[in-house]
Every structure is written in structure tokens, then in C-alpha cells.
């Protein structure tokens, strides 16, 4: 467990949550991404239900429902909110109760809450009005907790998929992708930002991180079928993203066709302040 060090959150119109197309691009194949992307640790979903006050669980930007089916199975009662309505369907399909909004414009109706998750979904929340309206709907002792992968591939595969996209991509479009840098630099970032977001907002007492370690094997075929979850190529048109994939794949190929991706979880979780 260590505390996350401070630093500003971003005022610029950059900011992820302000990427209001991309945020909302996801449902564009529901059932893939419910498929393909991989769930949470145990030992996280065990963690945060130990260490909320109640069963009472809000998943914000739910999605098709991966990590709320997680905590149901944990033995909570999950309430979805999400923006897509594409996503959210397809979590109602799977015995999940979601209503569709952005969380920031979302009416509560006086519920409270013992849990608020945002499962790789908090960066396309604004930070501090967020934690803010998290703050005003977390019973005294409810916890926050956003979390996100961190997986980190051969480095022959990411640099596949980093030329690939800047072929396809137009001139000036980030790719995030570049060479030596750690996928954990750009996470560490959007924890960071979460951390101030929630001191900003006041109410809760000093965030913390925590980190669960695992690993997953996949196949040429697995990586591919996940590859079109991303933001950066939800919205690519189908040749360009057939090109990309070819790319990667080809690179995939020459390592023996599968390997296994180091994965960190990192969460940003803090306490509601009891009055």
C-alpha cells in the first residue's frame, strides 16, 4: 500500500474526459470487448468488499459489466452507470441493472452507496466534479476505487502496433506509444490525476494506491480479438484497422504465434471522511 504523490490535475480541454467521442466508442462491439477484455484480480474484488462499510455497490462507466459481475459474485448488490447505451444493454443481459448517463449529469434519487468502482472507466470522468459527487453519495466510511490494466507485451508487439498506427493515423494524431517509454508511465499518470482529483474535492481522507500482480497467456488470435477494444481503434474504419491488426499480427508470428503479458492492476482508492 502506498500513497499516491500529488499532482494536478488537468484543467486543458486534452483531458481524457473531455474526449467525449472516444469515451463513448466502446459499444461499437459490445460483445467483443465483454469478451475479450480480461476481468480483475480476485484478491482486488476480495480487498475493496472487506473494506467497504456495506454490500451497497455503484459501478460507474460499467460497461458490458465485467468487473460488476465480479462484485456480485463477491456478494454485493451492483447498480451500473453508464453513458452507452449499447454497453449498457448488453449488461442488462447479463442480469445487471444499469441506467445510461454520464456519472457527472447522473441523479442519484438519494440512494447511498458503500462502494464506488470505476473499472478502467474514471479517466472519462472529470476528476475533481467526480470525486466530488462520489463524495456526496458514499455512505460515512464508503470507499472510492478506480482501477485500471497495466499490461505490458513484448516490446516487439507494441512497437508493431505503434508503426502501424502512425501509417494509419493522420500526421499530429498521439499514438502514446513511444519507444522506451513504460506502459506504467502512462497509468501512473491517470492515477495521479484521480489522486488530486479526489483531494481537490474534499471529503475523503488521503488516497491510496495498491497494486495486484498476475499474467495471462494469449494467443495470436486472442490478442488480435482484443486489439479492437482499444480508444485509439474503436473508431478506426475497417481497412486501416485490418492493416494494424495484419501488422501486429505479423509480428505475433515471428515470436511463435503466443506469449504471455505481465499485468499490473493499479488501483486509486480513498476512504469517505466519517463527519
Do not use: N
Amino acid at each position: 500500500m502506498t500513497t499516491v504523490p500529488p499532482r494536478r490535475a488537468p484543467d486543458s480541454p486534452d483531458a481524457p474526459h473531455t474526449a467525449r467521442l472516444m469515451a463513448e466508442s466502446f459499444g461499437v462491439d459490445a460483445e467483443r470487448y465483454d469478451r475479450a477484455r480480461p476481468p480483475y484480480p480476485d484478491e482486488m474484488v476480495g480487498r475493496l468488499v472487506a473494506a467497504a462499510p456495506g454490500p451497497d455497490v455503484l459501478d460507474v462507466g460499467c460497461g458490458t459489466g465485467i468487473a460488476a459481475r465480479q462484485f456480485q459474485a463477491a456478494g454485493c448488490r451492483v447498480l451500473g452507470v453508464d453513458p452507452d447505451a449499447r454497453m449498457a444493454e448488453f449488461a442488462r443481459r447479463g442480469g445487471l441493472v444499469v441506467e445510461v448517463a454520464r456519472f457527472e449529469d447522473w441523479d442519484p434519487g438519494g440512494r447511498m452507496f458503500d462502494l464506488l468502482i470505476a473499472a478502467t472507466a474514471w479517466h472519462w470522468v472529470d476528476p475533481v466534479a467526480g470525486a466530488a459527487k462520489a463524495a456526496r453519495i458514499l455512505r460515512p466510511g464508503g470507499r472510492l476505487a478506480a482501477f485500471w490494466h497495466v499490461p505490458e507485451p513484448p516490446a516487439a508487439v507494441t512497437e508493431a502496433l505503434g508503426a502501424a498506427l502512425r501509417q494509419v493515423l493522420p500526421p499530429g494524431v498521439p499514438v502514446g506509444l513511444d519507444p522506451g517509454r513504460s506502459p506504467m508511465d502512462g497509468y501512473q499518470a491517470m492515477a495521479a490525476t484521480a489522486a488530486d482529483g479526489i483531494r481537490r474535492a474534499d471529503g475523503f481522507g488521503e488516497p491510496e494506491q495498491w497494486r495486484f500482480t498476475w499474467q495471462r497467456a494469449y494467443t495470436r488470435d486472442e490478442w488480435l480479438d482484443q486489439l479492437p477494444t482499444s480508444g485509439i481503434l474503436t473508431r478506426l474504419p475497417p481497412e486501416p484497422l485490418a492493416r494494424v491488426l495484419e501488422s501486429v499480427g505479423a509480428a505475433i508470428d515471428r515470436l511463435g504465434g503466443r506469449f504471455t503479458v505481465p499485468y499490473t492492476t493499479v488501483v486509486v482508492t480513498a476512504a469517505r471522511l466519517v463527519p
